[in-house]
């Protein structure tokens, strides 16, 4: 019996590495069923080339609805945190392994509850993550959590192993990135009992940025 194939992005990613054209392209992105639900995609933000690529999840309801990354709280811990470690915030683009919030409602009222996105969910977006590297030519991506680290290094990856390491990059993407750090997503910090406590481990991995730009 044959094998269904899965869908994934590959389909709509332009043949350029043009951040504009990448961008414009993804809005039409059906990849996935996420985007049947989601306000519009969210793709990456920042310069191109970047010396530095922060890779999250995916948007939160406030993204979703801005259609730009990491503006929410999320969002303004990360650029305290890259900014007490010494990393220029102008230097670093910002993006999602998945481009559309994925989410459950409320019980009651409209509040969107994030919900983590699925293995294949996260697959099916990876083609808008490869363009973006190879258009970004970061020389380090900082893994922000489980769901980025599993997009780029694979599901058996798993942060706690690896916190604050640089570790070399995957061999299919020739050398950019050269390195990835994985630590915590920022909403993780917001969450977490000691918040001070939380943000300071955050910024002791962020330190080792600066040695690779």
Same mark, same amino acid.
């Given at each position: ?27 039409? #992105?059906?990849? #996935? ?13 920042? /310069? ?10 995916? /948007? ?64 099916? #977006? ?11 030519? /970061? ?70 940025? /600066?040695?690779?730009?």
């Amino acid at each position: 019996m044959a094998t269904k194939t899965q869908r994934t992005a590959a389909e709509f990613v332009p043949d350029s590495r043009s951040l504009d054209r990448l961008r414009s392209a993804a809005l039409g #992105c059906q990849g #996935c069923d996420l985007y049947r639900d989601a306000t519009q995609t969210v793709f990456g933000d920042g /310069p191109a080339p970047a010396k530095v690529m922060m890779l999250g999840e995916q /948007p939160g309801d406030r993204e979703d609805v801005a259609g730009e990354p990491f503006v929410g709280p999320a969002g303004r811990l990360l650029d305290r945190a890259l900014e007490e470690a010494g990393v220029d915030r102008s230097q670093v683009y910002v993006t999602n392994a998945v481009k559309h919030f994925k989410f459950v409602r409320a019980e009651r009222g409209k509040q969107r509850i994030h919900k983590k996105p699925s293995r294949g969910e996260i697959v099916a #977006c990876r083609p808008w993550l490869v363009a973006e590297l190879e258009a970004v030519q /970061p020389s380090v991506v900082v893994l922000l959590g489980a769901t980025a680290a599993s997009s780029l290094m694979g599901p058996s990856f798993r942060v706690t192993a690896h916190r604050g390491e640089l570790l070399p990059a995957p061999e299919e993407f020739s050398g950019r990135p050269e390195r990835v750090l994985a630590t915590v997503h920022p909403s993780s910090v917001l969450r977490a009992p000691d918040r001070d406590e939380a943000f300071a481990a955050l910024v002791k991995d962020l330190r080792a940025v /600066p040695d690779v730009m």
